[in-house]
């Protein structure tokens, strides 16, 4: 009996402040990935002040895959809002939407490797080159690990343990997923900008 | 309402399992959740790896010291390394200041210092059960395991360890070509790196999010406990450094094993021209010096935060400025992200931007002086308890004076020139970073190792410790700033080479019995260490007669730390000495209304307010 108050107590104190530890734990992960590509964009502009620059054009596709990445956010915002709504199936129709989006966005990024090849641009060479692959390759490194949190947020939706009383995981995910997203953009910017 | 309950009770449930479950030895000591289980293993790793970074820098003081031993002695642990005239390789003795540096820095100073005490002492002075995540807490920790095996295991492959100095600056670094030491080894030591990377940031995440959401009642920010402010700000700065560093180290991988150019440019090597085009090794310290030099305060402010509790409490008075030691500890976190070009001055980087480092970095003596007035000032007058923590925090405030003052001369663009990678340097930055640092740590290890524990450690063998670690490091590294005025640089193999340097062969066969004799004492603590784990005398409830929570748990913590319930939180840490109080001290969970003989005019209105809390 002891035993079962300590316990109700861990769970209270647990609980007790503020934003959920979970939910925290991601945001700042999140801020390590934004210093890493924070660090990248930096280097960036150190070395192509320093001359010796290739310029290029970007590549077309870039403009699809932006396309492709926001509406998987749309979708994903609303698998969200159906699992408030306790509205299952949306919720798996709506991940996997967003899973194929994703798997879309990788593909989409691939083609516009190729495209750099076809304008002469290699990993090995320039660094103004390698930058660009460097930055979406890491870039495609975090939407992979974002899809595998979604395959697994998709998982447990098809064990409905995903609810309107249980959503701290799908929050999490949503977060994640958006963030990727902005990222995206904001390295395309950044492109686009300092070219 | 009913599923709630369905859900609080499958979660009881869970957690009875988890009890009435004996754990066996591997989950409970190996890997286990448990972050005080957690923290001695870091603790343990740590020490490990400041003995044989302790040893690596005896061989090289015997090279230094000694040129003309013969070191046939040493052919059993080097082999090939001792060449066929008994003497040290000299491409090995690059390997030894590199990893001495590389183990001293980051898994003794970063992983042993903060992974030990930000693990023990967040819970348990913060009033919580555990970290916020338990298993995040275990793969830290496993991950600077992978991380030292690789490191560990770099030391016997046939090249060689890394021996580009601990900064690894490309173009050395990045062609495997350029020297032996360059090639697997560096591979290893930038896979260790990567891993210790990971470490780090999976430790930090977790002690940040518990400071700021696993307090326990009462705990407000401004009641927490200098070291867990110190704590929280080092984990900041890590987790906005450490990626920088990932991103340099990514982009040398790159250079290094994919044929890329971001560091390198226009390189003849052996009379043959390579491929590459276009890089730029500066970029590389850039990146590198975003990290290194937030890593200096990432390795000194827990030090200083255990010095902040340890001197407060064996002064018997309230830390004198607890909010300026916050504020000084916040602009130092700050501080220490705009000043890294400081490392470059000599790159030929702008005079002009050279000025502004240079004034940012002299700004940095304003909250350091700050700091060093309040430890003296709180020193001043107090009934001083002389605890071997206690000496070894003194000895802490004697290096960062001392060590400081030096700092001013370096971090001036004009006079760096001249002592640019000289002795100076190491005489500094061994005084003010690694021996003040490795001083909070051994202070934190002998005031909380009867809480680690259940058990005092030897008093009589902590002074003869400290005393002579204390003497022998200012004799080892006093001696230093005149060879490096005098203008020897560093990691070069020998002095005798240049007749300009003999006269310096006695002043540095000093240092290097200094050293031997510094090293020595260390056997001591560890003889202590152990023993008293086991052997040392029974620790009573509150030793020091402190304040802070973890010392209202029982001798020897459970899992989640106390029996009942967490103790609340009704006043800030350091009421030692309060004039009317019947002890000397009031521990942070006695409420005010339990001592209105010296509760001070405005803490009479708080009195009421716990009243009023109570009953609501």
């Known amino acids: 009996m002891n035993q079962a108050i300590e316990n109700i107590e861990i769970i209270r104190d647990r609980r007790?402040?503020?934003?959920?530890?979970?939910?925290?734990?991601?945001?700042?992960?999140?801020?390590?990935?934004?210093?890493?590509?924070?660090?990248?964009?930096?280097?960036?502009?150190?070395?192509?002040?320093?001359?010796?620059?290739?310029?290029?054009?970007?590549?077309?596709?870039?403009?699809?895959?932006?396309i492709i990445i926001i509406v998987s956010s749309v979708t994903m915002q609303l698998a969200l809002s159906s699992a408030r709504a306790d509205r299952f199936n949306r919720l798996r129709t709506y991940l996997i939407v967003t899973v194929l989006l994703g798997l879309a966005f990788l593909i989409g990024q691939y083609q516009s490797w190729k495209q750099l090849v076809e304008l002469d641009v290699y990993f090995v060479g320039n660094p103004a080159g390698s930058f660009l692959y460097v930055l979406t390759g890491l870039h495609a490194a975090h939407i992979i690990s974002g899809l595998i949190f979604l395959l697994i947020v998709i998982v447990s939706s098809f064990k409905l343990k995903i609810h309107s009383r249980s959503l701290i995981r799908i929050e999490i995910c949503t977060t994640y997923w958006h963030f990727l997203g902005g990222l995206w953009l904001y390295l395309f910017m950044f492109l686009k900008l300092n070219h | 309402m009913s599923t709630k309950n369905i859900e609080l009770e499958a979660e009881l449930h869970e957690h009875d399992h988890d009890h009435e479950h004996h754990q066996s030895f591997i989950t409970k000591y190996i890997f286990s959740t448990d972050h005080k289980i957690i923290a001695k293993q870091y603790l343990f790793t740590g020490i490990f790896w400041a003995?044989?970074?302790?040893?690596?820098?005896?061989?090289?003081?015997?090279?230094?010291?000694?040129?003309?031993?013969?070191?046939?002695?040493?052919?059993?642990?080097?082999?090939?390394?001792?060449?066929?005239?008994?003497?040290?390789?000299?491409?090995?003795?690059?390997?030894?200041?590199?990893?001495?540096?590389?183990?001293?820095?980051?898994?003794?100073?970063?992983?042993?210092?903060?992974?030990?005490?930000?693990?023990?002492?967040?819970?348990?002075?913060?009033?919580?059960?555990?970290?916020?995540?338990?298993?995040?807490?275990?793969?830290?920790?496993?991950?600077?395991?992978?991380s030292s095996v690789v490191m560990f295991i770099s030391f016997f492959i046939e090249t060689g360890p890394a021996s580009g100095g601990w900064v690894v600056y490309p173009p050395l670094s990045a062609l495997p070509q350029a020297m032996s030491g360059s090639g697997l080894g560096m591979t290893m030591w930038l896979t260790a790196m990567a891993l210790f990377i990971a470490s780090t940031l999976l430790g930090g995440i977790n002690y940040i999010t518990t400071v700021i959401n696993l307090r326990t009642k009462g705990m407000s920010f401004s009641r927490l406990p200098l070291t867990i402010w110190a704590f929280l700000l080092t984990a900041i700065i890590g987790l906005l450094s450490f990626p920088v560093l990932l991103a340099a180290a990514l982009l040398l991988i790159l250079d290094r094993s994919f044929g890329t150019s971001f560091y390198l440019a226009e390189i003849f090597i052996n009379g043959e021209a390579l491929p590459n085009m276009g890089g730029s090794p500066i970029l590389y310290q850039h990146l590198f010096w975003f990290l290194g030099h937030p890593e200096v305060y990432i390795v000194l402010l827990p030090a200083l935060g255990i010095t902040s509790e340890v001197i407060a409490t064996n002064s018997r008075k309230p830390i004198f400025g607890y909010r300026a030691m916050i504020g000084s500890m916040m602009g130092i976190t700050i501080l220490s992200f705009i000043v890294w070009a400081h490392h470059m001055f000599v790159t030929g980087m702008n005079p002009f931007l050279g000025s502004i480092f240079m004034l940012l970095?002299?700004?940095?003596?304003?909250?350091?002086?700050?700091?060093?007035?309040?430890?003296?000032?709180?020193?001043?007058?107090?009934?001083?308890?002389?605890?071997?923590?206690?000496?070894?925090?003194?000895?802490?405030?004697?290096?960062?004076?001392?060590?400081?003052?030096?700092?001013?001369?370096?971090?001036?663009?004009?006079?760096?020139?001249?002592?640019?990678?000289?002795?100076?340097?190491?005489?500094?930055?061994?005084?003010?970073?690694?021996?003040?640092?490795?001083?909070?740590?051994?202070?934190?290890?002998?005031?909380?190792?009867?809480?680690?524990?259940?058990?005092?450690?030897?008093?009589?063998?902590?002074?003869?410790?400290?005393?002579?670690?204390?003497?022998?490091?200012?004799?080892?590294?006093?001696?230093?700033?005149?060879?490096?005025?005098?203008?020897?640089?560093?990691?070069?193999?020998?002095?005798?080479?240049?007749?300009?340097?003999?006269?310096?062969?006695?002043?540095?066969?000093?240092?290097?019995?200094?050293a031997i004799i510094t090293f020595g004492a260390q056997i001591i603590f560890a003889f202590n260490f152990l023993y008293s784990i086991f052997k040392g005398r029974i620790a009573p409830a509150n030793p020091w007669r402190s304040n802070t929570l973890e010392w209202?748990?029982?001798?020897?913590?459970?899992?989640?730390?106390?029996?009942?319930?967490?103790?609340?939180?009704?006043?800030?840490?350091?009421?030692?000495?309060?004039?009317?109080?019947?002890?000397?001290?009031?521990?942070?969970?006695?409420?005010?209304?339990?001592?209105?003989?010296?509760?001070?005019?405005?803490?009479?209105?708080?009195?009421?307010?716990?009243?009023?809390?109570?009953?609501s």
């Open chain 2, 51 to 146: 003995f044989i970074g302790g040893l690596l820098s005896v061989v090289f003081r015997l090279q230094l010291g000694f040129p003309d031993m013969d070191l046939e002695w040493l052919r059993p642990f080097f082999g090939k390394w001792i060449t066929i005239n008994g003497k040290l390789d000299p491409e090995f003795y690059l390997a030894l200041v590199t990893m001495h540096g590389t183990i001293m820095v980051f898994f003794v100073l970063t992983a042993g210092l903060s992974g030990t005490f930000s693990n023990y002492l967040i819970p348990l002075q913060i009033g919580a059960r555990d970290m916020a995540s338990g298993f995040i807490n275990m793969l830290s920790y496993w991950f600077f395991f992978a």
């Open chain 1, 16 to 66: 007790a402040m503020g934003m959920n530890p979970s939910k925290f734990i991601v945001w700042l992960f999140i801020v390590s990935i934004a210093m890493l590509f924070a660090a990248l964009t930096s280097a960036y502009i150190v070395k192509q002040s320093g001359g010796e620059w290739l310029n290029f054009n970007l590549p077309g596709m870039f403009w699809i895959t932006s």
């Open chain 2, 552 to 615: 209202t748990t029982p001798r020897n913590p459970g899992h989640g730390n106390w029996p009942g319930k967490i103790p609340e939180v009704y006043r800030w840490p350091y009421d030692y000495s309060k004039p009317g109080a019947k002890e000397d001290f009031i521990p942070q969970n006695i409420p005010y209304s339990q001592t209105p003989e010296s509760n001070l005019p405005f803490e009479k209105d708080l009195v009421e307010k716990e009243k009023a809390e109570k009953e």
């Open chain 2, 361 to 514: 970095t002299l700004i940095i003596a304003v909250p350091s002086a700050v700091k060093v007035f309040n430890y003296l000032t709180t020193l001043w007058k107090g009934n001083i308890v002389f605890t071997p923590a206690m000496l070894f925090s003194i000895g802490l405030v004697s290096f960062f004076i001392s060590g400081g003052l030096t700092g001013i001369f370096l971090g001036n663009s004009a006079i760096d020139i001249q002592l640019h990678d000289t002795y100076f340097v190491v005489a500094h930055f061994h005084l003010v970073m690694g021996s003040a640092a490795f001083f909070g740590m051994m202070a934190g290890v002998y005031h909380w190792f009867p809480k680690m524990f259940g058990r005092m450690m030897d008093e009589k063998l902590g002074y003869v410790h400290f005393w002579l670690t204390f003497i022998g490091i200012y004799l080892v590294f006093f001696p230093m700033h005149y060879i490096g005025i005098a203008g020897f640089p560093r990691r070069y193999y020998s002095f005798t080479n240049f007749d300009t340097f003999s006269m310096f062969t006695d002043l540095n066969a000093f240092v290097s019995v200094a």
